[in-house]
């Protein structure tokens, strides 16, 4: 029985533990919303929500003990600037655990957790267009043209693989000889007694 028993060790050790949990909580506090296992996305919940707590007083105490747990700075300025003042008088529950289902490698439970506050926000991908599909003219956005320049260098790359590949090809590859050996057989020799 698992009485009084708190926490999850995760398969790890304590401090293995801790640095995973940091990690995970500076991803979702970047993101806003993460993809993780169930058992992960449970033990962030128990260490980020006291740490959106602690940062709603916003102290130089405060300050040091969120950073301490959260290495980044720009997260922590957007920690106690944004996220606080859009949790505004919220009195917990900053994030959602939402599962998803079995993941296909390993058949690990895999859950979303995001912060509620910031549901609506965050970006959903964009479905991919199938070949028969035109692209509509719209209006072009910096994020389009960067899309564009990524797209012309892996064709550019596509290329270069594609030439060096028919010059490899084309050039006759040199033949090397065959050298036969003829093995002789060596006469067997009887080792010879000391002393005699």
Known sequence: M?????GRKLGRTS??????????????????????TIAKAKELRGFVEPLITK????SVHTRRYVS???????IVKEL????????????????RVV???????????????ELVDFSGIVKPKSPKKSKGETETPT?????????????EKKEAKAAKKAA?????????????EKVKTTRTATPKTTPQKKGS
Do not use: C, M, W
């Open 2 to 6: 698992r009485h009084r028993v708190k």
């Open 15 to 36: 401090s293995h533990r801790l640095a995973t949990l940091r990690v995970l909580a500076s991803s979702l506090l970047k993101h806003k919303k993460i993809t993780t």
């Open 55 to 58: 940062a709603k007083t916003d």
């Open 68 to 74: 301490n747990q959260i290495k980044d700075r720009n």
């Open 80 to 95: 106690f600037s944004e996220i606080v003042t859009k949790v505004g008088d919220r009195p917990g529950g900053y994030t």
């Open 99 to 113: 599962h998803l289902g079995q993941r296909k490698g390993d058949g690990a439970e895999l859950a979303i957790i």
């Open 139 to 151: 209006e072009t956005t910096a994020e389009t043209k960067a899309e564009e320049k990524a797209e």
């Open 164 to 176: 060096t590949r028919t010059k490899k090809e084309t050039a006759p590859k040199p033949k090397k």
